[in-house]
Each structure stands twice: as C-alpha cells, then as structure tokens.
C-alpha cells in the first residue's frame, strides 16, 4: 500500500508539473462548458410570435390552440391568429409573425376520417430558428394526432359509438402537448443548459483521463522505469494501482474545480453537494478502473491512443456528453443506462432539476460502482501483464 | 576525479594495507567466510545512522556495507546462485543453461560480445523476466516472487532509467522510498549517493537536463541508494568518458571489497580484467569457461595473442593466417586480424608474407601476453569487440 502512494505520489508531482496536462483536464472543458451555455443560452430566453390561420375551427384545432397557450409553450411562443393563409404569408413576409400555421377547413374532421389533411408551416428563411421551432410544434402536433387516431380506432373497435369519435379525437389531443420545442428535463424545476453541459464536459474530460495516463504509463515502460520499479520490493498491482490512484486523485480535482467554477461563474445548478461529490467520485472511480483496464491491455502508445479514444467516445456518445439527453431518442437514452457516465449525467439532471439528496442518486451511483468494480476486477487481474516489459 | 572520493560511515574506516591483504578473485569465492576477518569494516553491519562523511585525498577507507549481510556461519554458500536458467524468444534461444554463483564480497563479471545473453541473463537474476527453466536464488530466495529478496538487490540498467522531469534528487528520494527508506535517513542517503557519484551541485536539476554521462551516473546511484547486499550491473560504462568509467570501475572494485556482491557485464575485456573478481565468458547464451583471470589464461599456456591492424580483404587475410603453423585462431575485428599462436615472435615473417599474398596493407603489429581477449579467442574462433 505505502509503495502505491509513494507512486502516486511521483506521479502527481510529474502531472502538476506537466502544464498540458493541467489544461485538458481544468482549463480546456472550463472554456467549453462556458462557450457551450453561452450558445445556448440563447435558446432559453428565445421568444417569437407565431401566426395561427384556423380555417377549421373543429375541436382539433381548438385542441393545438390551446396547447401553444400552455404556460410551457407561451414562454416561447406568443400565438396571433390570422384570417387566411395569404394572411399568413404576407405577414410572415412582412415580418410580423416569425413563422406560422395554417389548419386547413375541415382539418378536425379529416382527422378522424382515412385521410387526414396536413397542417401547413409557414416559415422564412430570415429566422430559421422559429422556423424549426414551427415545425416541430406541427410534427409532434401531428404525431401525437396519430397515435389518438390510432387510440380512437381503438375505442371505436372497442365498441365505443362512432358519432362519438370526434369528441374522443379532441379530448385526446389536449391529453398532451408539444414538448420538444422547449429543453426540458424530467423533474419539476426547468434546466438551465449550463447545468447540463458543465456536469457533461466535466465528465468527458474526466474521461479523457483514461487516455492521458494509460498513454505515459506505456511510454514509461517503453523507457524502462517500470522495470526498474519492478526490480523494487513494489509488486505490479503496486505500480499499477499507484500509477492510477495519481489519475483519480488528478480527475477528482479537476471535476471539482470545474463544478465550483461553473456554479460559482456560470450558475451551474449541480444540486445538493454531498449527492453531487458522491457521483462525481463514483464516475471518477469507474474512469480510474478503465484507465488499469486499458494499462493492461495496451502494449504500445498507438494501442493505449485507440484503445482509450474508442473507450472515451464510445462511452460519451452513448452516454449522452454530446446530445441532450432528454431530446434524444427513446434508445439513446436507454443506451446511456449502459454507461457510468450515463447515469452520473442522469444523477446530476435529477439533482438540478428535482432537488434531493443522497437519496436521488443511490441508483445511479450503484450503477456507476458496480460498473468500476467489474472493470476494476478485469484490470486487477490484467496488472501483472501491465508492468511486463 | 572529484566523484571517486569514498564516502563511508566513520566507523568503517580501515587503511590500505588491509585492503590489500583483504583477498580477492577465486579465493575469497572459495572461502567467503575467511575474508570477514581481513575486513572489518564490512564485517561490522552498517550501522543504520548513516552517517556520513566525504574523505577526499588518497586515504582508501571503507564504503558503505550492505545492510546486515555477512552473518558468520554462511561461509561457503554464495549469496546469489543461478542454476541452467534458459530463456528463449521464439526459435532464438537467448540464455541456454547457464550457471553461475556469486559470493559476498565478490564482483563477478559476465563478459561477452552483443547479444551473447548477458542482459537477459541479469533481467532472470533480478526477477524481471520468467525464465523458461532454471532457478535463481539469493540467500535461499528467489527475487520474482519474493519481495525481501528483491530489497535486497540494486539494479542498474544497461538503459538509463529515471525520470526526466524530476530532479536528480527527487529521483533518487522516489526510487529510496519504494525500498522503504524515509525520512533522515533516506535524505542521508540521497546526498550520500549524489556525493558519491560527484553530482551534488546538480542534484536540484532535472534530469532532463543532464549529459549522458551525468544520466548513467546517476543511473548507478540509483542502484546502490539502498545498500543491497547484490548490486547488478549492466554494463554501466557504455557512454561514459574515460574519467568517469575510471571512476565507476574503481567505486565498484570498492563496494566489493567491502562486502557487497557484485554481478557485472560488460563486452570490455580490460573492465572485466580490472573490476571482477571471477568472470564467466558468454557466448551466444552460454558460459564457455569461468574462472579468475590468472585460471582462464593459464588454460592457454604460452601463447601469445598478435593484433594485426590492416587494411584490405581482412577475411581473406584471417583465413590466409588460420593456414599457417603455430597459429592456433584468427578473428576479424574491426581494425584488422586477431591471432592466437603458440609462437608468436616466430609466427610474425609468414603473418607479413600472408599479408602480402592477400594484398592487405599492415599498418602494425602488437604481439601481447595472453589475456581474456585470447581466451575469448580460443574458446570461440571470434574476436570480443574492441
Ligand atoms: N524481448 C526480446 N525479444 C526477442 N529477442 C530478444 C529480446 N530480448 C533479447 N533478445 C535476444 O536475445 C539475445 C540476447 O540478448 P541480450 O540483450 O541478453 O544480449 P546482451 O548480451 O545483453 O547484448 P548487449 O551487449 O548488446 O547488451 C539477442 O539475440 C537478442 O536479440
Ligand atoms: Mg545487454
């Protein structure tokens, strides 16, 4: 154990001194969360106004009005309703809705009907961003038409009677209304996007510890000094477990450096501390696992590079660093699950938007331990090989 | 040459008629237990103060002892015994079947050209590499598995191994602590190595920033930090300058006068000669003799070993000599033809005539006593590198 640290100890000092070091894992994912929430910064205080054309007037159509006029939806969206869809172009043209929708007559009957009429958006190249915001509105709208279409076909095979279809339609389209427009994320309390991506980055740079470390561990060896700490009493599960005690405590620093300084500048929310510090030093326990893991399993600086670099981007792309992950597809989400970092994103999302505590996190935070124990066991036993020169 | 001055307990201090009466080569391999007497200052277990101080001048006192060796009573086992340890990569058998023993006090040489197995031989002794048969043992221990057994053993590398961006005395401080020194003694211990190897005034630098030499000096004092009972080195001169390979051989000669084993490879004949006690000559993987100096050149009896510096079809010239009589070996090397005969003043007017036949010129001719590089010539047909 004493020789652990001792190497641990020498490595801390050589990283500390190593300035590239000190950047990617502080300075670099500082700058990018900070450069990632000003971008989208911009989202969250969007606002624009969206022209309505309703030539229906049907209950369907009422059913979208009032969905737009949902407190979740209003914040973004101020609805006009105009007369005519050459209304709605001019006034588009002329700048004074962003965007708008146009519900054809006889929309809420075709809706029930085999054939249902589509909704039209009018969008201008001047704001793109209303624009895909109109469109998404229109497409959730319509997909969620569907699946009530499909719900009513259900009822009225269900015996319910059929002059009564129009009335079902209607009811359940007010069952739901657009979500994707707006981020969102599970619990009660909005999201800010820096509150995401300042937990995201700082685990994909904590991940990035993985490569750094398994790549000066091989060239150590290439150069001969594990096999002069071999020659010592120290055995390899010694050298290994210091060389990555040195990259826990260095990761462990970094993700809270980054998490003071993104609430403290940025006003990161990453919930209750003890709950976030129990998550960030379990995923920072996973990273250390994989680090021995890949330091066994690479002979050469070019296999430690790939193998770590598929490890990192794999794990950050299923996990959900890169994408939002409550606008990403039902399956990514799922993926994510498979992933230490997945769930410590998770953890983090529940603590910024739901409150809690220790409690919130015990899930995930199992999840994430029980991921750095198998992988821990594997690079245990890999150890001897890691040290063999 | 300011890093050859001793640094030594106070205590240990002996002057230099013992060290000469202090017996050396195959005598004290014989009878190990017989050269405690001749020399107290290793007899005595280095006290654990370490204290120590820097003698200058010409006084020859004692070094450091290793820690505690030098029982009475073990007398006649050797510290380190390696038995047919075989090592193959692949079809290419690196070590085949070696055997050898070194006592305490002892500085055994591996003497042998590249890639005659020395290193991988070294790297079997010190635990480093599984051989594929045979054992080594140190004092009934075996430095793979046992870690007391590999406290007990200093490494030097053939290739400098340390930390570039650590400090000479950070260095030295990490790989001491990894052998359980701490605190005093271990700051003791680091100046007392940097002293030794005269790079106290650089000791706060990096050893990125050192010169080659520096780097190999400092490559050794890693290995003696710890006061092993066997310290290993792999030819610790490659790179060195005269002055401090003069040094080395004269600090290592020391440490085993004063109880220390030593094991020590090199491919120079004259180091092997200067520095070890016993040597054991390598040829691809194996020990084709052993002995002391004076036992391994006595097998040759009177012959004499002629160096031909020449020019021209060498090969043609080495094959020309190996015709005449009275020559029993000629080698290649790289400044002309090495020859081993019965004769050597008689040999020397058909060596020009065969000279002349070949068409090489003959720059000189040294005709020498027999030493290791005619016994490395008579046991191979091959010429040790120069
Ligand atoms: N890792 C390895 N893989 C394959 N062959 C090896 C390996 N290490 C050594 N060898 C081979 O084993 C033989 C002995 O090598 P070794 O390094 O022990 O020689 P040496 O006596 O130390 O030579 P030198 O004086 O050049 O240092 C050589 O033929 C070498 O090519
Ligand atoms: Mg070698």
Redesign the interface.
């Not at chain 2, 290739?159 to 930390?163: E, F, Q």
């Not at chain 2, 602590?177 to 359980?180: A, I, S, T, V």
């Given at each position: 154990m004493r020789a652990a640290l001792v190497v641990a100890g020498r490595n801390l000092r050589q990283r500390l001194r190593d300035r590239s070091a000190v950047v990617i894992a502080v300075i670099a994912p500082l700058v990018v969360s900070a450069l990632m929430s000003l971008a989208f910064s911009g989202v969250e205080s969007f606002h624009y106004t969206l022209g309505v054309v309703d030539a229906d007037g049907g209950p369907v159509a009422a059913g979208l009005l009032q969905a737009l006029r949902q407190p979740e939806l209003a914040k973004v969206v101020t609805v006009r309703r105009l007369d005519s869809r050459a209304a709605a172009a001019q006034a588009v043209r002329d700048k004074r809705v962003a965007a708008a929708l146009v519900l054809p007559a006889g929309f809420s009957a075709s809706v029930t009907g085999p054939r249902p009429l589509p909704i039209a958006t009018l969008t201008s190249v001047d704001d793109t961003v209303a624009g895909t915001v109109t469109s998404s509105i229109a497409s959730t709208f319509v997909a969620q038409l569907n699946a009530d279409r499909l719900s009513v076909a259900t009822a009225l095979a269900a015996g319910v009677p059929a002059d009564q279809s129009a009335r079902l339609a209607a009811a359940a389209a007010r069952l739901q209304i657009p979500v994707q427009a707006v981020q969102r994320a599970l619990g009660s309390r909005p999201l800010a996007a820096v509150s995401y991506y300042a937990p995201a980055m700082a685990i994909f740079f904590v991940l990035f510890t993985v490569s750094f470390t398994a790549r000066s561990f091989v060239a150590e060896r290439e150069q001969g000094t594990v096999e002069r700490l071999r020659a010592t009493p120290a055995g390899a599960r010694q050298i290994v477990g210091g060389t990555v005690l040195s990259a826990f405590v260095f990761a462990a620093l970094a993700m809270g450096t980054i998490a003071v300084v993104t609430s403290a500048v940025f006003g990161a929310d990453w919930g209750d501390p003890l709950a976030a510090t129990v998550v960030g030093l379990s995923m920072v326990l996973a990273v250390t696992a994989l680090t021995a893991l890949v330091m066994g399993l690479a002979r050469t600086q070019r296999q430690a590079e790939g193998i770590s670099s598929a490890v990192v981007f794999g794990l950050a792309l299923l996990g959900g660093n890169f994408v939002f992950v409550s606008v990403a597809p039902d399956v990514m989400q799922r993926a994510a699950l498979l992933t230490p970092n997945g769930w410590a994103l998770r953890a983090y999302m529940d603590l910024a938007t739901g409150g809690g505590g220790l409690g919130t996190v015990a899930v995930p935070v199992a999840a994430i331990l029980g991921f750095a124990a198998v992988v821990g066991a594997a690079a245990v036993a890999l150890a001897p090989r890691a040290v063999r020169v | 040459m300011g890093w050859m001055r001793r640094v030594t307990r106070a205590a240990a201090h002996r002057d230099e008629s013992s060290a000469r009466t202090h017996p050396a080569g195959a005598d004290a391999a014989a009878a190990p237990g017989a050269d405690a007497a001749a020399a107290p200052g290793a007899a005595t277990p280095a006290a654990p103060t370490g204290t120590a101080v820097v003698v200058g001048g010409d006084a020859l006192v004692g070094a450091p002892g290793p820690d505690g060796d030098r029982v009475p009573g073990d007398a006649g086992r050797p510290l380190l015994a390696c038995t047919d340890l075989t090592k193959r990569y692949g079809d290419r058998v690196a070590v085949d079947g070696v055997s050898f023993s070194v006592g305490r006090g002892e500085v055994y040489g591996l003497l042998g050209p590249n890639g005659a197995g020395k290193t991988t031989t070294i790297k079997m002794v010190?635990?480093?590499l599984p051989p594929d048969a045979g054992t080594v043992s140190l004092d009934g221990r075996e430095p793979a598995r046992d870690?007391?057994a590999?406290?007990r053993?200093g490494?030097v590398?053939q290739?400098?191994?340390?930390?570039p961006?650590?400090t000479a005395a950070?260095n030295l401080a990490?790989?001491g602590?990894?052998?359980?020194l701490r605190g005093t003694t271990l700051r003791e211990r680091v100046a007392e190595a940097l002293a030794l190897t005269d790079l106290q005034a650089r000791g706060g630098d990096r050893v990125g920033t050192y010169s080659g030499g520096m780097r190999r000096r400092l490559n050794i004092a890693?290995g003696l930090l710890h006061r092993p009972a066997l310290l290993v080195l792999d030819e610790p001169t490659v790179g060195v300058d005269p002055q401090s390979r003069h040094a080395i051989l004269g600090r290592v000669r020391e440490l085993g006068r004063n109880g220390m084993a030593v094991l020590y490879t090199t491919h120079y004949m004259e180091e092997a000669e200067r520095v070890c006690d016993r040597v054991g000559i390598v040829d691809r993987g194996r020990i084709v003799a052993e002995g002391t100096r004076r036992e391994l050149v006595s097998r040759l009896g009177e012959q004499d070993r002629i160096e031909l510096t020449a020019t021209g079809d060498l090969a043609d010239l080495a094959e020309q000599c190996r015709a005449l009589p009275g020559v029993e070996r000629a080698a290649v090397t790289d400044r002309g033809v090495r020859l081993l005969t019965s004769d050597g003043r008689r040999v020397l007017p058909a060596l020009l005539e065969a000279a002349d036949r070949s068409g090489a010129a003959i720059d000189s001719v040294e005709v020498a006593e027999a030493d290791l590089e005619a016994v490395f010539l008579h046991l191979t047909g091959t010429a040790l590198r120069e």
């Open positions: - | 010190c635990g480093l870690a007391a590999r406290a053993v490494y590398p290739d400098v191994a340390l930390y961006d650590l950070e990490f790989l602590r990894l052998y359980g890693a």
